[in-house]
């Protein structure tokens, strides 16, 4: 089978695409053909060694993709998989999943997907429409009414702001483009902060207390989390969910000390392991019937596996506006 293949965390230049046996599947484990994979930030980051988990070299990227089982190991729940098309986690047995073929646990390596995702849509169904869904919960039960977000043109941005309407929370859009203000409004979209303009920092506050706004969700971190705090009513919390960045979060202590704000930190992975199943095997169910819409990604462009270098240097040039996804074969 193909593999990429990263051999040290010094970014997409250490990918080297192999053939390797195809495994074999053991007990509560199941093998997965692969169908597609998208290129998420959390990938970039892995290729760099920067990301949550760092095993040792080498090791094969990609954080979620998409595909059937073609085989079984032991055990009742592997025998229920066999057959199924998948959505199959990147974190656990296996490593990730940008190769022919992964071998996955199916305890919490692989869900079924519904019958009316393309594999295309499965493929990008963990990550971000998850993640949504946890903004929104996280949300919901602080009874907030309005919330903020940067990187808000992102295909995560682009979900909350959908789910976000449908709930009747308002958005506090953070972007950096003018393109991206005009992309959220063509969506939908009231309020939406150009963080590059002058003047972004008074229309952040009075957005802010216009609509009294006290949790905030940032995926850059570096100056923009303490602008936002700064921006906010006392009292107010910014989640830390994502460094694109790549910088420190800058916050001023006065802030935090005189005005009781604070920066907490968010994480998928552990997220869904404090709640309970039954509410994650619901979120996981309501989250399939709500990809077609709330919930769809863009797709801007497909390239086989063995393009995975010029996938890359195509999406680092252009997060914005669809994703790029990897064909496996
Ligand atoms: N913590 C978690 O569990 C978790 C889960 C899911 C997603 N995330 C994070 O959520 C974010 C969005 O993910 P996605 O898959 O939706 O991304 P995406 O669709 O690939 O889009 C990335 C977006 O980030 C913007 N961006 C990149 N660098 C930026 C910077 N320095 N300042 C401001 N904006 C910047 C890009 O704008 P340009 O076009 O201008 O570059 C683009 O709009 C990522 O940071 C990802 O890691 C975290």
Request: contains cysteine; positive net charge; glycine residues 10%.
């Amino acid at each position: 089978m193909t593999v990429a293949v990263l051999n040290s965390y010094s970014g997409p230049d250490a990918i080297r695409i192999e053939q390797r046996p195809i495994p074999t599947p053991g007990k509560d484990e199941v093998l997965v053909k692969v169908a597609f994979a998208p290129i998420n930030p959390s990938d970039l980051a892995t290729l760099k060694g920067t990301y949550g988990f760092k095993d040792p070299t080498p090791i094969v990227p990609g954080g979620e993709g998409s595909g059937e089982v073609v085989a079984a190991g032991r055990g009742v729940m592997a025998s229920y998989f066999l057959g199924k098309r998948v959505a199959c986690a990147g974190w656990g047995t296996g490593g990730g999943v940008w190769s022919e073929y992964v071998v996955k646990s199916v305890k919490g390596g692989v869900l079924p997907l519904h019958k009316s995702l393309s594999l295309e849509q499965g493929a990008m169904s963990l990550i971000n429409p998850l993640t949504a869904s946890a903004f929104i919960d996280i949300s919901k039960k602080g009874g907030h009414k309005a919330i903020a977000l940067t990187a808000a043109a992102s295909s995560l941005g682009q979900m909350v702001n959908r789910l976000g309407r449908k709930e009747g929370i308002q958005i506090i859009n953070v972007v950096r483009r003018d393109a991206q203000v005009d992309l959220l409004k063509a969506q939908g979209a009231d309020i939406v902060l150009n963080s590059s303009e002058t003047g972004f920092d008074q229309e952040l506050y009075n957005a802010c207390h216009h609509t009294n706004t006290l949790l905030a969700f940032d995926a850059v971190a570096g100056q923009i989390t303490g602008q936002l705090l700064k921006a906010m009513p006392p009292n107010s919390k910014v989640i830390v969910f994502s460094a694109l960045s790549r910088q420190a979060v800058q916050v001023s202590p006065s802030i935090i000390i005189f005005e009781n704000k604070m920066v907490d930190s968010f994480w998928l992975g552990p997220w869904i392991s404090k709640q309970n199943i039954l509410k994650i095997m619901l979120l996981w169910k309501r989250a399939q019937k709500q990809i077609p819409s709330y919930l769809k990604s863009e797709i801007r462009k497909i390239y086989p596996l063995q393009e995975v270098k010029e996938a890359i240097s195509d999406y680092t040039d252009q997060m914005t506006g669809g994703k790029i996804l990897l064909r496996m074969s």
